[in-house]
T-cell receptor, first 113, second 108 residues
Framework: EAQVTQNPRYLITVTGKKLTVTCSQNMNHEYMSWYRQDPGLGLRQIYYSMNVEVTDKGDVPEGYKVSRKEKRNFPLILESPSPNQTSLYFC????????????FGQGTRLTVV | DAKTTQPTSMDCAEGRAANLPCNHSTISGNEYVYWYRQIHSQGPQYIIHGLKNNETNEMASLIITEDRKSSTLILPHATLRDTAVYYCIVRPTGKLIFGQGTTLQVKP
């Protein structure tokens, strides 16, 4: 089954404790991205990757890092989480950046206290 | 990227067709119209997309006006499981820009 898998689904952490949210897709997609969703602000893109070792900033990249060492994986790294990064996070993938039939993961609800 | 305007909310009776409008008066020639939906904080789900012609798939139909300044997503027989936020997105490539969408409430 074609899918994008995020882990964990829920996470509560403390300010400053580094964490990684994993994202994996099984569709051999080139384009992957991370979004965060906040009430009243909608979904906003954090980072994206057009292929292995090619990543770029989205609209709200501050406080986040990503890597794309393999085609299937695109982890989101919070080196020093802060409470304003409490949010619902989604990973998405598509065949390429021109094809917007994007597949989304089920989301990771992160709370930073 | 072209801006879209959608009604904030709509109701629909179960079993009836749900017609969700979207205005995108500044759309340019190479921009597609895409529809996604999000059911209660789950990941957004792709529904359909089109450029000029009307499109239909197993989920919905997309009607785009001849001047391409507006479109309508049609769910032919809405069910309670179609209750969701529906997003109309217009952009040529890459990033998906989600607006506030239309909250569709399907009622028994």
């Amino acid at each position: 089954e074609a899918q994008v898998t995020q882990n964990p689904r829920y996470l509560i952490t403390v300010t400053g404790k580094k964490l990684t949210v994993t994202c994996s897709q099984n569709m051999n997609h080139e384009y992957m991205s991370w979004y965060r969703q906040d009430p009243g602000l909608g979904l906003r893109q954090i980072y994206y990757s057009m292929n292995v070792e090619v990543t770029d900033k989205g609209d709200v990249p501050e406080g986040y890092k990503v890597s794309r060492k393999e085609k299937r994986n695109f982890p989101l790294i919070l080196e020093s989480p802060s409470p304003n990064q409490t949010s619902l996070y989604f990973c998405a993938s598509s065949f390429d950046r021109l094809n917007t039939e994007a597949f989304f993961g089920q989301g990771t609800r992160l709370t930073v206290v | 990227d072209a801006k879209t305007t959608q009604p904030t909310s709509m109701d629909c009776a179960e079993g009836r067709a749900a017609n969700l409008p979207c205005n995108h008066s500044t759309i340019s020639g190479n921009e597609y119209v895409y529809w996604y939906r999000q059911i209660h904080s789950q990941g957004p789900q792709y529904i359909i997309h089109g450029l000029k012609n009307n499109e239909t798939n197993e989920m919905a139909s997309l009607i785009i006006t001849e001047d391409r300044k507006s479109s309508t997503l049609i769910l032919p027989h809405a069910t309670l499981r179609d209750t969701a936020v529906y997003y109309c997105i217009v952009r040529p490539t890459g990033k998906l820009i989600f607006g506030q969408g239309t909250t569709l409430q399907v009622k028994p």
